[in-house]
């Protein structure tokens, strides 16, 4: 289910960084996409 083994995960601190949290998702945005699929040479869909 994971691209690499869940124990090579690093864990977050959070808040004051007493807890840790181990991310399971990562979810990226871009604002450059025209940019992105004309430099790998892709179709631009809407």
């Known amino acids: 289910m994971f691209s690499f083994p869940y124990s090579s995960m690093v864990a977050l601190p959070v808040g004051n960084g007493e807890a840790e949290i181990k991310p399971t998702k990562i979810v990226c945005l871009g604002r450059n996409y025209t940019s992105h699929a004309n430099e790998m040479k892709?179709?631009?869909?809407?």
């Open 42 to 46: 892709s179709e631009i869909t809407k």
